[in-house]
């Protein structure tokens, strides 16, 4: 163990630890908490310049009048419609790229491997006047679905070298065992190797949704109007509307990062698991 | 017949049949968009008429242009600033490489900043900063007597941003290294203690070697992640003031898509020198993974 496990120095170390994680963490979550308290603060304690202390009285109608004077609604709900088809298209398809260069030798695969890396650092916006251009002519412009058609295609390229390199971590045999037995490449693929790939598949699937949730880039390049904008570009234009409104802007901001906060916590496990790309073990 | 052939060949068309839906949204949406994107950094062009031939000019008008010299700056003291998150990130994961109980829970809400948007990052920061009641602005004018408006003022803007965006990559990097403590060879360690090596000396010759894989991905995280940053310039200042907290991604999207007008041509010129810059580590790093790969 690195540092010398706690439990071996004196009991007055011992509690000045056990005091030092809680107080670090306050301190490390401040910008969060004081967001989280100033979204039920009244509206009365902001012009009476309580910023930062405690809140008068807990004021839960932030979060009604957010629904009932903004499309948060909305936004919200396009960025589900947005998030949802992207992270079964990602995973489906690198399912099957991760499974072709995991397994066969051909003489390519190094290079289309690399490509999938490559493409996936690349800088968004040499993209970015291209791809806005295609979503137009497809007419898909400024609706969720060019949004998730750009993010599935996007996304794959990571979702390929997290799901090759898992593939190829499983043992060989079993597939060599399954060609001696006459068993068709197909159903190698859906009946060896994809059960298999349940805890990739976890991995990749809450890793996904966290970042196209987040996407903000996008959202203000291929959409326009709030009856398409998903949440995170519904918030930027919300801010400009809700000016010295810290309460509204707050509570919005809260509900925001509510759904990946959910996912993170749900799925803990598999989310680190996928964020370490399987490299550090 | 047909059959057969398919019997015969199942092998060698197989892989390419599962790359097939795959390969091709990626081509079309990745690999085309930046061969048309340097296409089009030699034309003036406003997204919707024609297209007007101009060769270099675009990246003539680049080296003359003020605003690409900031945003360039910029991005260099992204870059440099944002590999802070290595160091403070282990620092963070040493600290919490114990087991008292709650540990769990403790080390996941450490790593929140990094689940949340960098949208709502950008506007806890600025509630953090704005000027006469910001609880930043107090404390620095308790300390010296005068307020500062970290994100109205031309000198510290990029700074106050920077920090914002260190704050969810050190909890990136904490994870990356929580994770490598995790595997670090515990014979090892006892074996360096009974040698009489601690703190310092441990730290670097023992345990930091074998962190090596978390340290690459952190490297690699970090740096896409600071060449990358536009959110939360988009959301804090808008570029401002007088476009000085401007970088490479935003100034692109300004000059492509905004009210200064749409120049996709110019636009795509800055975005060029973005990737060319990025191309320079993204290459370090796929020579890297391809030289490990090979060693397999």
Redesign the interface.
Known sequence: MFPRPIEQTSPLGQWAYKIAVPVALVLWLLPLLGVALTSVRPASDLAQGNYFGMPSAIALGNYVQIFTDSPIAGYMLNSFKVTVPTVIGAVALSCMTGFALAIYGFRSNMIIFFMFVAGNFVPFQILMVPVRDLTLKMGMYNSWTGLAMFHIAFQTGFCTLFMRNFIKALPHELIEAARVEGVSEWQIFWHVVLPLMRPAIAALSVLIFTFIWNDYFWATVLTTSADSQPITAGLSSLNGQWIAQWHLVSAGSILAALPPVLMFFLMQRHFIAGLTLGAVK | MANTVWKAN???L???L??A???I??I???????F??MW?SFYDWD?LGEKTWLGLANYAELLDDDAFYTSLKNNVIWLVLYMLALPAGLLIA???????RG?RL?K??????F???????G???S??YAPD???FY?LIESLTGQGIAILADDRFVTYGIIVAGL?PQIA?VM??YL???N??A?DQ?EAA?LDGA?GWK??WY??LPQLR??T??AV?VTV?GA??S??LV??MTDGGPYGSSRV??FY??EQ??SEYGYR?GY??A???V??AI?MI??SG??WK??RD?RGR
Do not use: H
């Not at chain 2, 040493?94 to 008292?100: A, C």
């Not at chain 2, 996941?108 to 900043?113: D, G, V």
């Not at chain 2, 689940?115 to 990052?121: A, E, F, L, T, Y």
């Open positions: 199942q092998r060698s197989a892989p390419w599962f790359l839906p795959g390969l949204m990626f079309v949406y990745v690999i085309i968009p930046i048309q994107s089009i997204g040493i600290f919490l490489n114990q087991s008292i540990m403790y996941s809400l450490f790593f929140f900043p689940v949340i948007s960098q949208v709502v990052v506007l806890m920061f509630w953090f009641f910001g609880l107090n704050w990136y994870i990356l994770t490598g403590l595997n670090v515990p360690v203690r601690k441990m730290l023992v345990v894989p978390a690459f991905i690699v896409i060449l990358r536009f959110d988009s959301v490479l991604s692109m999207y492509a898509l996709m636009g795509a800055i975005a060029v973005l990737f990025m580590f993204i790093f796929i993974m391809w790969e």
